[in-house]
């Protein structure tokens, strides 16, 4: 198994972190580690989870601020960058779409240019998401309006208005998350690829490159229907007889 | 080196406390008292009174007593409005300048004032401990933003403390009864205190403490409750024929007091008595106040945590029934209305076992151990509250770190130039959630200097900021031809010079009135036409049920309002026609109202 390996610069220890307990000492990042090299583990698509994750909390233990109150003012910067390159790394690699977008840019030196063009696999998706979420945002800006006596009680009314979005959005988070399984699952297969020689990797790779636009889809439209369900689950509509009134505005606040 | 005290800077209340021999320890003052009233007495000569002294002192001399000043923490001028009108002592500050309270010719700082109770509780604990103490770590609202986070750290500093950690409250907490706990959890803390309130979502692993998410609101607390109690003692003091007492700063502070100490009994009690006697010549207050009442009077204020627990809940992606628990924080989560709401939320019976006084500071203490490199099973990963980004073109704000990512942590941006041979290169930082600049806080401006001429476009400055484990920011520019690194000053709008500050008063101004009267009409219009929407949707449905003069007088209204609307009168206008309507129609209101109830429960059931 691939880890973490770092030599000291000052007694040549091999070290598994860039932190070295003996010296007291933060070893520097040669140029060119990427996040993946930084947490030691195979730069590839899939990434083991468990171990992604243990290795993360070993190293938040070497490198976070806590760790180190003793050290002087230049150590300490030094070791606040190593943390904070710890958490960056870390939030990239444990989601697929990051971690997808991240080694294409790698393996590109960051010359290919996402796509601008809704990637064929999510066009119906994205026309469905699309219109569900302006009628939601209508909805919602009905409902932070400032209301009389009057409109609160008409907003009201009309309750199962919410229900109706709730459902909408229901439906709209299934078809994205059935989606995004099925781009895990080309992952997987890319992945088996990874290590061929030749015309097979290199036949991963722009399969890889095609899923991070995919994947960036999918996940942006995930995104706004879940911002749209929080938002929703804020409209209070009065519910029990023995509730106050819903929260009117007066009219002079406004 | 002298040992870590965790201090819990409340805006009613502080508490310090420290880790003896693994037991936590909360440190009395020389009379056996755990809390410390956060109010400093400034008295014509002398030194200032903190604490409980001060409290007193409050009801006497409400004008020079300081209290809740963590409300002003952090805060611009512009920024302080229902805030100072809220305190019985004078509060200055206008624009992007900081708040100040003038007293006896000085202006004091919130920090200054801060600092004199974390002087006190150095001081105590200092004398419980019979060492000196000279280092510490304090708490904040996990919802302070950078000014406030800067501001409380500075108040450390000027009472002589070196402050090892800012950290969360409500991360506090979860850590002071963490202690020793070994099984994975997840759990989420609300916390409701005098001024503030902050609710978090943590994972609890092996010792690891890691915040999912958080939210809040750093003007939300008990604060707000006894204020809404005042304002209905003060209806009744003018009901009763003494308004004019009402002007009287001492009247005022005895009727805050009795809202507070009204608030604290009806937690327990269903019904109380308020009696103040002599509140003016000839006149004793003398009334009952019943938990339904308080409750109907403080709805406002606790339905406000309502949206911070679902946003939290949302941001860490997990439903109710996925929590282990809900930790109660606080001195306001003894409240019975706030633990229903807390209940229905979470849909569990909450944790009482803490105590919701001293678990913040405990916290702070627990962490002051790590940092003395007791506990190293222990460990805290906390999450930035807010978003941090840059003002682009259009006035959009570009997030670069989102909120509720783990810190420390960084984000590079690159940036350049819009004109050839351009100088140097302005940027805007901004804290917050909204899709427009203007809409968010602002931290700060700095400006990128010396830039070689090019080109518009040519130069790439590289600009890293870095969240630290306290969540203050720190920029370095990298100067990518040179590969020099340079710590960049933020200008902090806090202290601008004043003249500065004068100017873009005045400009805000100019055109904010020559938009306001157009503004208006318009507002006015929609406003109108919204609610006439709503009329014909109830005249529809209900319209039967309304006998011959209540119809002919809405729709009488209801033509005038239309009538201004069209003819495009002023705002006042259509604002009065849009008050006879809503006048009109109040019973059509209510039963539109019942019906939306009954079908609520019918929905339910």
Redesign the interface.
């Known amino acids: 198994m691939e880890t973490l390996q770092v030599k000291c610069q000052s007694c040549n220890r091999q070290l598994s972190s860039f932190f070295c307990q003996e010296c007291r000492t933060v070893v520097p990042v040669p140029r060119g580690v990427d996040y993946f090299r930084y947490l030691g583990i195979p730069q590839r698509p899939l990434v083991d989870h468990d171990r992604l994750e243990a290795t993360y909390l070993r190293l938040s233990q070497e490198y976070h601020p806590d760790r180190h109150p003793d050290l002087d003012a230049v150590q300490r910067a030094a070791i606040l960058q190593r943390s904070a390159l710890l958490n960056q790394a870390y939030a990239c690699l444990k989601e697929p779409k990051q971690r997808v977008q991240y080694l294409v840019a790698l393996l590109t030196q960051g010359e290919r240019n996402p796509s601008r063009a809704i990637p064929p696999a999510v066009a119906t998706l994205f026309r469905q998401v699309q219109t569900a979420l302006s009628e939601v945002d209508g909805y919602l800006r009905e409902a932070e309006r400032p209301k009389s006596a009057l409109e609160a009680a008409a907003f009201a009314l009309g309750r199962t208005a919410r229900d109706d979005h709730r459902n909408t959005l229901r439906r709209c988070h299934a078809s994205i998350h059935a989606q995004q399984d099925e781009a895990v699952a080309q992952l997987v297969a890319i992945d088996a690829l990874w290590d061929q020689p030749g015309e097979q990797s290199e036949e991963a790779f722009h399969r890889l490159a095609a899923l991070a636009d995919t994947l960036s889809y999918l996940d942006r439209l995930e995104g706004q229907v879940h911002d749209r369900r929080v938002k929703l689950q804020m409209v209070t509509l009065p519910l029990r007889p023995s509730a106050s009134p819903a929260p009117f505005s007066p009219m002079d606040r406004a | 080196m002298s040992r870590i005290i965790g201090i819990d800077l409340g805006t009613t209340n502080s508490v310090v406390a420290v880790l003896d021999g693994g037991m936590s320890l909360v440190i009395p003052d020389h009379a056996g008292r755990r809390l410390t009233p956060s109010v400093v007495h400034y008295p014509t000569t002398g030194e200032p009174v903190v604490g409980e002294a001060a409290r007193r002192l409050r009801m006497v001399e409400p004008g020079r007593t300081l209290y809740s000043v963590k409300r002003f923490m952090g805060r611009r001028g512009s920024e302080i409005g229902a805030d100072a009108t809220a305190v019985s002592y004078p509060v200055a500050g206008s624009g992007d300048g900081p708040a100040t309270f003038p007293i006896d010719g000085r202006d004091l700082s919130p920090e200054e004032v801060s600092a004199e109770v974390l002087k006190k509780l150095r001081d105590d604990a200092a004398a419980f401990l019979g060492e000196a103490v000279h280092r510490a770590v304090i708490t904040v609202p996990a919802y302070f933003n950078d000014a406030q986070r800067n501001a409380t750290k500075r108040a450390g500093e000027r009472a002589g403390l070196t402050v090892?950690?800012i950290i969360n409250e409500p991360t506090a907490a979860a850590l002071a009864c963490g202690l020793g706990q070994e099984r994975a959890a997840r759990i989420a803390v609300f916390d409701l205190g005098g001024g503030t309130f902050d609710v978090s979502i943590l994972e609890v692993k092996?010792g690891?403490f890691k915040v999912l998410s958080t939210c809040g609101n750093t003007h939300l607390g008990g604060d707000d409750i006894d204020t809404a109690v005042l304002t209905h003692l003060q209806r009744i003091v003018a009901e009763q024929g003494h308004g004019e007492l009402l002007h009287q700063p001492e009247v005022v502070a005895r009727l805050r007091d009795a809202a507070e100490q009204a608030k604290i009994a009806l937690s327990s009690a269903g019904q109380t008595r308020i009696t103040l006697p002599f509140l003016g010549p000839a006149y004793n207050l003398d009334l009952t106040l019943t938990r339904s009442e308080l409750e109907?009077l403080m709805?406002?204020v606790v339905?406000q945590t309502?949206?911070p627990c679902?946003?939290a809940l949302?941001d860490a992606?997990l439903t109710p029934q996925e929590l282990d628990g809900v930790l109660l924080v606080g001195g306001s989560s003894r409240i019975p209305m706030v633990r229903r709401l807390v209940e229905t939320l979470f849909e569990r019976t909450p944790d009482t076992s803490i105590n919701p006084d001293e678990a913040v500071a405990v916290g702070a203490a627990t962490?002051g151990a790590?940092?003395?490199?007791h506990h190293?099973d222990m460990?805290?990963?906390d999450v930035t509250p807010l978003s941090l980004g840059i003002e682009t073109y259009g006035g959009l704000m570009n997030t670069i770190i989102p909120r509720n990512?783990?810190?420390?942590?960084?984000?590079g941006e690159s940036f350049t130039t819009a004109v050839d041979n351009q100088r140097s290169v302005s940027i805007r930082v901004l804290q917050g959630e909204r899709e427009m600049a203007d809409d968010n806080w602002e931290l700060g401006r700095f400006m990128l200097e010396g830039v070689e001429p090019a080109p518009a476009g040519v130069p790439r400055i590289g600009v890293q900021f870095?969240?630290?484990?306290d969540g203050i920011l720190h920029v370095l520019a990298r100067d990518q031809l040179t590969g020099q690194e340079r710590i960049v000053r933020m200008k902090s709008t806090v202290d601008l010079p004043e003249q500065a500050v004068n100017a873009m008063v005045e400009q805000s101004i100019q055109r904010a009135q020559e938009d306001m009267a157009h503004r208006a009409i318009v507002?006015a219009q929609i406003?109108g036409k919204?609610?006439l929407?709503?009329?014909e949707?109830?005249l529809a449905?209900f319209g039967d049920r309304l006998d011959g003069a209540e119809r002919e007088r809405i729709d009488a209204a209801i033509v005038t309002l239309r009538e201004a609307i069209g003819a495009g009168a002023a705002a006042a206008a259509i604002?009065a026609a849009?008050?006879q309507?809503?006048a009109a129609?109040?019973r059509?209101?209510?039963l539109?109202?019942a019906?939306?109830?009954?079908?609520?429960?019918e929905?339910?059931g």
Not at chain 2, 370 to 373: A, K, P, R, T
Not at chain 2, 405 to 411: C, D, E, G, S
């Open positions: 090892e950690r092996e690891v109907r709805e406002p339905e309502r949206r679902i946003q949302g992606r962490q790590i940092l003395e490199g190293d460990l805290l990963l990512t783990t810190i420390p942590t960084k984000a870095t969240i630290d484990a507002e406003k919204n609610l929407q709503a009329v949707l109830g449905q604002h849009y008050q309507v809503d129609t109040t059509l209101a209510g539109m109202y019906e939306a109830v009954r079908r609520g429960a929905a339910e």
